[in-house]
């Protein structure tokens, strides 16, 4: 919890904060392009409640943003890079005795101290406005033009937690310690209705990278993908971005062809299911394999997206991973490392043997895992599974499981799982395998079914 440049205690219970905050964690997506506004920041005493202001943080620059455009009470609240949507614009509603409520234009709720907590670490979501002292803020001048927010329940300050400087780093109150991750720049911004179209840096640029074989240097090393752009592209709207890690032995022209189960299987089906709404990338493994030694793999990984995102238009709230076996082992490794990078993922028949880099935040997850596989036993999928069914606070279950022989599949969604990180176990009637030839001596049909249940999984999140 230490601000670059400046000390403070660190905080002294992470897995406490982390608890909280998912607790009150909920939906995700749409980002905007950015509007250019000229308008001077406005100090504590000069802020106009007739105005819209996006808050931009000191520390790292980016803006105070209703995570996923969230409607519902308890959406979370993060930072995020600054483009000036409805979901990054605020007004301040007087409350009297110099306190405001600081009510989202998109939603409208109001910043809203979670239960009321007077704790260091205590979650800021949105909720109703009730004009609750836990909803109410002054504003106390800081250097430079900047301010802080101070609770009037708690008397603690709005924060970045950890001083952040990821996109979806954490906003939660702490003691006012004066620190540059408390502190915001309040923008004054036009009235618009209508927010600009969402996408991430490649949007509106003359595409450098086309389908076909790349190779970057990652970690000191050359990588390889495979990239599928959509026919007929276009540069102004922001496309799903899909990663389809292959298995142990596995490559990633297989990936990209379908290997013996051909195109109705490439990409594991979500070429065929996306039906050109999605940028698909096929990476290859060392060793045709995900062993992720010293985190190089997910390390790839940000250095695709990086390259992809640069050239091509995506929607960074839309980012997807699904693999099987070995490939579903670093699906979950992603899960673990990128929660706040990824929306959602799909493990396939996989267990933790790429490692799992923090594993403490909420994803929306889906695994899929055959009650007879002697490869990897379906306790190592369910073990997967939980982890999320945890952090993404859903209630604990046993899910049904069909028996065997009876060639079917049962799907399971959770229940009581926070709004926007559904959590979905699909368990079927076969061995190790995920469905490249259909089951003869089980559950036939299982390409069909795995692949438009993934889909859909992947599609509901708009």
Not at 8 to 31: C, D, E, H, I, T
Not at 216 to 231: C, E, H, Y
Not at 361 to 373: R, V
Not at 421 to 442: C, E, F, K, L, S
């Amino acid at each position: 919890m230490k601000a670059l440049g400046e000390a403070r205690p660190a905080s002294r219970q992470r897995s406490r904060w982390r608890s909280g905050l998912a607790a009150a964690a909920a939906a995700v997506m749409a980002a905007s392009a950015l509007v250019a506004v000229n308008a001077a920041p406005a100090a504590a005493a000069t802020v106009d409640t007739n105005a819209s202001y996006v808050l931009v943080n000191r520390n790292s620059g980016k803006a105070l943003d209703l995570y996923g455009s969230a409607t519902n009470d308890g959406a979370r609240i993060s930072q995020w890079t600054r483009n000036n949507g409805v979901n990054q614009q605020w007004q301040f509603v007087d409350s009297g005795g110099g306190y405001y409520r600081i009510k989202s234009r998109h939603s409208g709720k109001v910043l809203d101290v979670s239960g009321f907590s007077t704790a260091d670490g205590g979650a800021i979501v949105q909720w109703s406005d009730l004009n609750g002292t836990n909803q109410q803020f002054r504003l106390a001048d800081s250097d430079g033009g900047y301010v802080r927010l101070i609770n009037r329940n708690s008397n603690k300050a709005v924060e970045v937690q950890g001083a952040s400087t990821a996109d979806g780093g954490n906003i939660v109150q702490y003691a006012d310690w004066g620190g540059t991750n408390q502190q915001w720049q309040l923008v004054a911004v036009d009235g618009g209705t209508t927010p600009p179209p969402t996408g991430g840096s490649g949007c509106g640029k003359t595409p450098t990278l086309a389908s076909g074989t790349h190779t970057i240097q990652s970690n000191g090393k050359s990588r390889t993908f495979i990239l599928r752009v959509p026919a007929n592209y276009n540069n102004s709207n922001p496309y799903r971005l899909i990663f389809a890690f292959h298995w142990r032995g596995g490559t990633m022209q297989e990936i990209s062809s379908g290997g013996t189960s051909g195109t109705a299987w490439s990409y594991y089906g979500q070429q065929e299911q996306s039906n050109n709404s999605a940028i698909l990338v096929a990476p290859q493994g060392f060793g045709n394999g995900w062993g992720n030694s010293g985190g190089e793999d997910i390390t790839f990984v940000d250095d695709m997206i990086s390259r992809i995102e640069s050239s091509l238009c995506v929607n960074p709230r839309q980012r997807f991973a699904l693999g099987f076996s070995w490939g579903g082992g670093m699906s979950y490794a992603v899960a673990c490392a990128r929660a706040n990078v990824f929306r959602a993922v799909a493990v396939i028949s996989g267990a933790q043997i790429s490692g799992c880099s923090g594993g403490t935040q909420p994803i929306a997850y889906f695994g899929l895992h055959g009650i007879t596989d002697n490869v990897l036993n379906i306790s190592q999928g369910r073990a997967l599974r939980d982890t999320f069914v945890r952090n993404n606070g859903c209630t604990a279950q046993s899910p049904r499981e069909p028996a065997g022989g009876s060639r079917t599949h049962i799907t399971t969604a959770y229940s009581g799982c926070r709004a926007g990180y559904p959590v979905q176990w699909a368990a079927y009637d076969n061995g190790h395998m995920p469905g490249p030839v259909d089951g003869t001596y089980a559950e036939s049909g299982i390409t069909t079914w795995t692949k438009g249940e993934i889909w859909r999984f992947f599609a509901q999140f708009s």
